[in-house]
């Protein structure tokens, strides 16, 4: 069975950071994408970023501005994401994602998320 | 940078149709994919590349993509369809993806 589980949310001060973890099971990791999807409170679906198979190719959205960097350990089948300089504006839940493909593809299994929560 | 527009609520009464819109610029050249998230739960797949679905998910859930409008067609609605409905595509000219507002369905 295909199981993706995140862990690292917490409360964090503004400016702090964080790293999140995701933790793949029940599938070949090194063969698909993976992505990081995010969720403010009462809102609707936000793409943070995508990492290939390889982790040789990644994409960030616009919003992410240099402050977060996805990454992967194959060797693990973890999928991570820093993410640095936060604002009250990134309080969400943090979702990871499997995508079809090694490449960037759609998502087609998805964790429980993790909650980000940014407060001073 | 791609938009994509959806409304922001659709109502249906049991047992009838429901169709849930995504809009874009010529998204009939992209391929489109659709999520239901329900209350407090994960999003789930039931729409990729404009009309295949995946395995699990009930015939019922159907999808087109033409022109300017992909749509998610839900037949015989019934309590268990209401959630919150994401369309999706990859917007190459930025290499983003991008999501649709949300929809929410209400079943009456």
């Known amino acids: 069975e295909v199981q993706v589980v995140e862990s690292g949310g917490g409360l964090v001060q503004p400016g702090g950071s964080l790293r999140l973890s995701c933790a793949a099971s029940?599938?070949?990791?090194?063969?698909?994408?993976m992505t990081w999807v995010r969720q403010s409170p009462g809102k609707g679906l936000e793409w943070v970023s995508v990492?290939?198979?390889?982790?040789?190719?990644?994409y960030y959205a616009d919003f992410v501005r240099g402050r977060f960097t996805i990454s992967r350990d194959n060797s693990k089948s973890t999928l991570y994401l820093q993410i640095n300089n936060l604002g009250p504006d990134d309080t969400a839940v943090f979702y990871c994602?499997?995508?079809?493909?090694?490449?960037?593809?759609?998502?087609?299994?998805w964790g429980q998320g993790t909650l980000v929560t940014v407060s001073s | 940078s791609y938009v994509l527009t959806q409304p922001p609520s659709v109502s249906v009464a049991p047992g009838k149709t429901a169709r849930v819109t995504c809009g874009g610029n010529?998204?009939?050249?992209?391929?489109v994919h659709w999520y239901q998230q329900k209350t407090g739960q994960a999003p789930v797949l039931v729409i990729y590349?404009?009309?295949d679905r995946p395995s699990g998910i009930p015939e019922r859930f159907s999808g087109s993509n033409s022109g300017n409008t992909a749509t998610l067609t839900i037949n015989r609605v019934e309590a268990g369809d209401e959630a919150d409905y994401y369309c999706?595509?990859?917007?190459?000219?930025?290499?983003?993806?991008?999501f649709g507002g949300g929809t929410k369905l209400t079943v009456l």
């Open positions: 590349y404009d009309s």
């Open positions: 029940g599938f070949t990791f090194t063969n698909y994408a």
């Open positions: 990492i290939s198979g390889s982790g040789r190719t990644t």
């Open positions: 999706q595509v990859w917007d190459r000219s930025s290499d983003h993806w991008v």
């Open positions: 994602a499997k995508a079809m493909t090694t490449e960037t593809s759609n998502f087609d299994s």
């Open positions: 010529n998204i009939g050249s992209k391929s």
